[in-house]
Structures are given as structure tokens and as C-alpha cells.
């Protein structure tokens, strides 16, 4: 395993009761962070939190929904109230759903819009205040490469990614006075649950193989090694930016 030195720093994690989420607790603990598992399970959160402290680690489960306003606020108090500050935020909750746009209802468009944007925007709101009070912080934002390329029927989940790449450079503009740095990573096709209906199609799966470069998908670990690099501190200069993390998926 790759080492970042991470000690003690309180990160929060979003979405981060199975997959890419999972993948990035379970690194940043093991380089030393404290890290808070946010997800709508509870349970789940606790799961990896039982993981994180097999292995010496420090965690805490929280349960989150990030389009529950009141929810996010009473997270942040909670972690700030445990821990005394907060370093990290990992934006990582997100939902996929591929429909023709015409044929979607709008209670799903509002859906994946507030998970995947509104969830982001809020809790960086609120956390936001806690990192200027100490002059420092670490936010990744988790985009996806369908920010940038085109995915069959996903219309608004590509639109939801591209505006997350869009709102880490702007951000990253603001809060560097604060030296609040501001990142993106955007994951090709990976291994979790939320791609196992692609990839277990054959046809769909060679299809996405074909397009990436490297011949195989990406798993967690990937995404993880890439986060972890930017939340620490020596990324101190790299801000507002997009970390592509595909297989060279996007080379094209």
C-alpha cells in the first residue's frame, strides 16, 4: 500500500458504505486519519468502521443523507464536537441511473440532481465555515469521466458530473485564501456495486473494455490512492483540479 501521511487528520466520507467510498476510508485510515463513514446505512457505516478497527484504525459511523439538509448539519456539530475540527471532506455519495431523458420522470431527475450535486454543494456549505476557522482543509469532490465524455442514457447523471468539475474550480478560486484546497477525481468504470449491472453484461462489458486502454477496470483501491494524495500535504499546491483516474479511457 502506498503511505500519505495522514495522521490525526479528521475526514469526513460521504456515501461511504461500500465501493469507491469504502475503498477511500479504509486508505485513509490505514495512513492514519480519523475517519468518519457517512452513509444512509448506518449499519453499513459501522461495518467498515469494524473494519478500520481490526486493522488499528480510528473510525466512526454516522448515518447521512446528503439531501437532508438538517442531516448534514447535525453531522458536521457531531464530528466537530468529537474530534475538535474537521481536515477532509470526500463528496463521494452519488446514484446512477440511465434512462432516456424523455422517457425519466422528474422525481428522478430531482433525485440524482440532489444526491449528486445539491448533496455535494451542501455539505461543503457546512463544512466550509470549520475549515476557515483553522486556515486549512482538504475537499475532494468524486466527478466522474462521464464529466467530460459522453454515456448512453445519461443524460443527467453526465450533466450532475461536468458541474462537479465546474464547481471544484470555482471553489478552488475562492477558498485558497483560507488554504482550503479544492479537488476532483474522475473514475472510469469501476469495480462496485454501482457498475456490477454493466459489467455483467457481456456484450455491454466488452463493449467498456474495448475503451479502455489499460484492459481492465478500475477497482477502489484505484480511486483511493488518488484521493489520498490530494488530502494530504504534499498536494498543498495542486488545487482546482481534475484527476482523472480511467485506464486511459479519456486518451482518446
Same mark, same amino acid.
Given at each position: 500500500m502506498n503511505q500519505y501521511d495522514l495522521k490525526d487528520k479528521v475526514a469526513i466520507i460521504? +456515501?461511504? =458504505? =461500500? +465501493? $469507491?467510498?469504502?475503498g477511500i476510508a479504509l486508505m485513509f485510515a490505514a495512513n492514519g486519519a480519523k475517519v468518519v463513514v457517512t452513509d444512509i446505512d448506518e449499519k453499513d457505516c459501522q461495518r467498515v468502521v469494524d473494519k478500520i478497527a481490526k486493522e488499528g484504525g480510528k473510525g466512526l459511523a454516522l448515518e447521512?443523507?446528503?439531501?437532508n439538509e438538517k442531516n448534514i448539519q447535525k453531522v458536521v456539530k457531531r464530528v466537530v464536537s468529537e474530534y475538535g475540527r474537521i481536515d477532509i471532506l470526500v463528496n &463521494?455519495? +452519488?446514484i446512477?441511473? !440511465?434512462e432516456e431523458l424523455d422517457k425519466m420522470e422528474v422525481s428522478t431527475i430531482d433525485k440524482m440532481l440532489n444526491v449528486n450535486l445539491r448533496g455535494v454543494l451542501l455539505c461543503t456549505k457546512y463544512v466550509i465555515p470549520e475549515m476557515k476557522q483553522q486556515n486549512y482543509g482538504k475537499i475532494i469532490n468524486i466527478a466522474s469521466i462521464a464529466g467530460f465524455v459522453s454515456f448512453d442514457l445519461s443524460g443527467v447523471y453526465c450533466a450532475t458530473k461536468g458541474a462537479i468539475v465546474n464547481l471544484t474550480r470555482e471553489l478552488a478560486m475562492e477558498l485558497s485564501k483560507y488554504r482550503i484546497n479544492v479537488n476532483a477525481v474522475a473514475p472510469g468504470v469501476i469495480e462496485t456495486p454501482m457498475t456490477e449491472n454493466l459489467r455483467s453484461d457481456k456484450g455491454i462489458a466488452d463493449v467498456l473494455l474495448s475503451k479502455i486502454p489499460y484492459g481492465r477496470y478500475g477497482i477502489p483501491k484505484d $480511486?483511493? &490512492?488518488?484521493?489520498a494524495f490530494l488530502v494530504s500535504d504534499d498536494s498543498d499546491y495542486?488545487? +482546482? !483540479?481534475t484527476v482523472v483516474v480511467d485506464g486511459g479511457w479519456t486518451i482518446y
Open positions: 460521504t +456515501g461511504a =458504505r =461500500r +465501493g $469507491i467510498g469504502e447521512l443523507d446528503v439531501t &463521494n455519495a +452519488g446512477f441511473i !440511465q $480511486i483511493a &490512492n488518488a484521493a495542486i488545487t +482546482g !483540479q
